[in-house]
C-alpha cells in the first residue's frame, strides 16, 4: 500500500522533478505534488511525495529528515490525514 511523505521548508525553486529523482534513491516513487499558492501560483515551499512501498518510505523519511537540499534542511515525515475543512 503507497504511503504519503509530507516535505516542508522546501527551497521555492524546488521542482516535482527534483523531488522524484531525490526520493527514489530509496524506491518507486508514486506521484509527487508541490502546493503551489492560488493567488500568485508560486510555490509555497511544502509538498507531499506517495511511495509506493512502506519500507522505503519509512527509509526516505529517516534518511532525509532535517538533510540539506538546495541550501534549506527539509522537514520530512509521514502526512497526516486531511481535516475536513469547516463550513461557514
Not at 500500500?1 to 522546501?10: D, E, H, P, R, S
Not at 524546488?14 to 529523482?21: G, V, Y
Amino acid at each position: 500500500m503507497a504511503k504519503t511523505i509530507y516535505v516542508g521548508n522546501l527551497n521555492y525553486s524546488t521542482t516535482e522533478e527534483d523531488l522524484n529523482e531525490l526520493f527514489s534513491q530509496y524506491g518507486e516513487v508514486e506521484s509527487v505534488k508541490l502546493i503551489m499558492d492560488r493567488e500568485t501560483n508560486r510555490p509555497r515551499g511544502f509538498g507531499f511525495v506517495e511511495m509506493v512501498e512502506e519500507d522505503a518510505a519509512t527509509a526516505a523519511v529517516s534518511m532525509l529528515n532535517d538533510k540539506d537540499f538546495k541550501g534549506r534542511n527539509l522537514r520530512v515525515n509521514e502526512a497526516r490525514e486531511r481535516r475536513p475543512r469547516r463550513e461557514f
